[in-house]
């Protein structure tokens, strides 16, 4: 059997319950799709161009491990202009994602807490257990607003670090600058590593702050995905302290290697691109899926991201899902794939406004019942 091979611990996490709906979707003909995280413009012509012609100029080899010179100088120059810090260096990795993953195993040892916020992006949990960490939630339970006390009171002498995600997924929740301040003083006074998660910075309908203005020490995640609509492409990057950037691509080398070659030269591209536009067009579908289903549904007004986390009108968020997906092909993610709850549903409005409608008309339905 198989299973003598498998680690103890694989056996932490499950798979990803978004992945499991995305597979369905696979299955289903002309579905509602209002679960795919990621946005449905097409990536900027001129970020495409640069991508073709970089595939057409042989670009396909490696590239230095910390990414090429013109991407990360620019993003460099930007950093130091924004926040002043004589100590923050930047790198270019495989996606946010593979970012987090880095953060996590040089930070974290066997037995480490990390404190990070109910509900989470679905990656947090796992990440913490792939390190062999300790998870530690904190509750945002009604509003969604990041309490300062609550945080302090999860902090214990094995507390290494805290994940904070602004805007947020699911919730859209953003940060405001008090709660944004507060933290990162907070993990300041501990020495506990502030990883902030700005990968919606730009979907941001209110002022974004990054807790980096007032923690030097910050580590700060960000990438392409989601600004230019190029998440297959796996540009991401972090910024933070010398020190710790330079284990994330010690780690880097015998991991991920680098960021694609191509995608780089298709994201340097992308920084030149005018992207008011689409993000005018998500606050108006925001607009659009808030207005219609406030009456009827229990909903904080998503401030960022594209996301909303409405309270299931009845049942679990499981079962108010199931038969979202059944009756209606409509295509939604639990509330207990992000959090320890099963109260609440993720929509993404990142999807046209023609299928948001279909999906207005599903949601005025299935609130009977």
């Not at 679905?122 to 509003?143: F, H, L, Q, R």
């Not at 002022?207 to 910050?218: D, I, K, L, R």
């Not at 904080?300 to 997906?325: C, D, H, L, Q, S």
């Not at 959090?339 to 409608?357: N, V």
Request: hydrophobic share 40%; aromatic share 12%.
């Amino acid at each position: 059997m198989t299973s003598r091979w498998i680690s103890k611990r694989a056996g932490t996490f499950e798979a990803s319950g978004i992945r499991r709906v995305f597979d369905l979707a696979a299955k289903l003909t002309d579905p509602i799709n209002l679960s795919i995280g990621q946005p449905d413009f097409d990536v900027p012509p001129e970020a495409r161009k640069a991508m073709i012609d970089a595939v057409n100029s042989a670009k396909g080899g490696y590239t230095p491990t910390q990414g090429i010179a013109s991407l990360r100088g620019t993003i460099q120059k930007r950093i130091d202009e924004k926040y002043h810090h004589p100590d923050r260096s930047v790198f270019m990795a495989s996606g946010t994602s593979g970012a987090l993953v880095l953060s996590m195993l040089v930070a974290i040892d066997p037995g480490d807490e990390v404190i990070f916020f109910d509900p989470y992006f679905v990656m947090y949990d796992a990440t913490v257990k792939m390190a062999a960490g300790t998870p530690v939630i904190v509750d945002t339970y009604p509003d969604f607003r990041f309490d300062i006390q609550r945080l302090a009171d999860a902090i214990t002498p094995k507390t290494k670090a805290i994940i904070f995600n602004s805007p947020a997924n699911p919730t859209g929740n953003v940060a405001k600058r008090e709660e944004v301040k507060a933290i990162a003083e907070l993990a300041a006074k501990h020495d506990i590593l502030l990883i902030s998660d700005e990968i919606y910075s730009a979907f941001c309908y209110q002022e974004f702050v990054s807790p980096a203005e007032y923690n030097p020490q910050t580590l700060v995640l960000d990438g392409f995905s989601k600004t230019y609509g190029m998440p297959g492409w796996r540009v991401g990057y972090a910024h933070g302290p010398t020190d710790l950037i330079e284990q994330m691509l010690k780690f880097q080398q015998y991991t991920f290697v680098c960021s694609p070659h191509v995608g780089q030269l298709g994201a340097l591209a992308a920084l030149e691109a005018d992207m008011s536009e689409q993000i005018e067009g998500y606050k108006k579908r925001r607009n659009m899926l808030y207005d219609a289903l406030k009456d009827d549904y229990e909903i904080n007004k998503p401030e960022g991201a594209f996301y909303m986390f409405p309270k299931a009108p009845w049942g679990t968020a499981t079962e108010f899902v199931e038969k979202a997906i059944t009756e209606y092909s409509m295509l939604i993610i639990p509330g207990n794939a992000f959090s320890r709850k099963d109260t609440h549903f993720r929509i993404s409005y990142a999807a046209t406004e023609a299928t948001i409608q279909r999906g207005i008309e599903a949601f005025k339905k299935l609130v009977k019942g």
